[in-house]
């Protein structure tokens, strides 16, 4: 079955940047998504079509595409961008869409 | 302001069936996509399948397919997601969430509903 593969955490001190990654066969063909979400909350969209920002979102976050993989970048992290954060996308016929199984941000 | 709102809590024991419901205030409801997504005990988020209000046209997951039924009542703009007999498995927080067309993809979330399967 198709698979998001992200890895399971990643671990930034504050100021520094963190960046997400997310690979799958056909994200050349399929745009990503990104959600944020913090503990006992519902997922908030903080990247969508690979590289946009919702409004509201702030500018520190961002998103690219390179081949199979794409990235969540947060510049400049803070303390408030302790998370998981999710990568999401269609499968390679665009049927239906899938998560990755998350990554878990901790600010040091 | 656009807003879902889900059912409340349940705790039912297997073999029971259920349906949890999530109703959309702000916006034109059978003009948006609502889909429902999984998110198990200390897991991951998992999307399940997604309905059009409008014509109850509706896709789901593969491994979802046939587990659940998803379907909406346009004239009171509310989906639902129903079991005809849970497993403990079921055991999860399900979230609702629209499908933006200009994002094209979910922008606005429910509050979750929280099933427990347990005897």
């Known amino acids: 079955s198709y698979e998001l593969t992200q890895p399971p955490s990643v671990s930034v001190s504050p100021g520094q940047t963190a960046r997400i990654t997310c690979s799958a066969d056909?994200?050349?063909?399929?745009?990503a998504y990104w959600y944020q979400q913090k503990p006992g909350q519902a997922p908030v969209l903080v990247i969508y079509?690979?590289?946009e920002r919702p409004s509201g979102i702030p500018e520190r976050f961002s998103g690219s595409s390179s081949g199979t993989t794409v990235t969540l970048t947060i510049s400049g992290v803070q303390a408030e961008d302790e998370a998981d954060y999710y990568c999401?996308?269609?499968?390679?016929?665009?049927?239906?869409?899938?998560f990755g199984g998350g990554t878990k941000l901790t600010v040091l | 302001e656009v807003q879902l709102v889900q059912s409340g809590a349940e705790v039912k024991k297997p073999g029971e069936s259920l349906k949890i419901s999530c109703k959309g205030s702000?916006?034109?409801?059978?003009?948006?996509?609502i889909g429902w997504v999984r998110q198990m005990p200390g897991k991951g988020l998992e999307w399940m399948g997604i309905?059009?209000?409008?014509?109850?046209?509706?896709r789901y997951s593969p491994s979802f397919q046939g587990q659940v039924t998803i379907s909406a009542d346009k004239s009171i703009s509310t989906a639902y997601l129903q079991w005809s007999s849970l497993r403990a498995s079921d055991t999860a927080m399900y979230y609702c969430?629209?499908?933006?067309?200009?994002?094209?993809?979910?922008?606005?979330w429910g509050q979750g509903t929280m099933v427990t399967v347990s005897s």
């Open positions: 969430a629209r499908h933006f067309t200009g994002y094209d993809t979910f922008d606005i």
């Open positions: 702000g916006h034109s409801f059978n003009s948006y996509w």
């Open positions: 309905i059009y209000p409008g014509d109850s046209d509706t």
């Open positions: 056909a994200l050349p063909k399929q745009y």
């Open positions: 079509k690979d590289s």
């Open positions: 999401h996308s269609p499968d390679s016929g665009g049927y239906y869409r899938i």
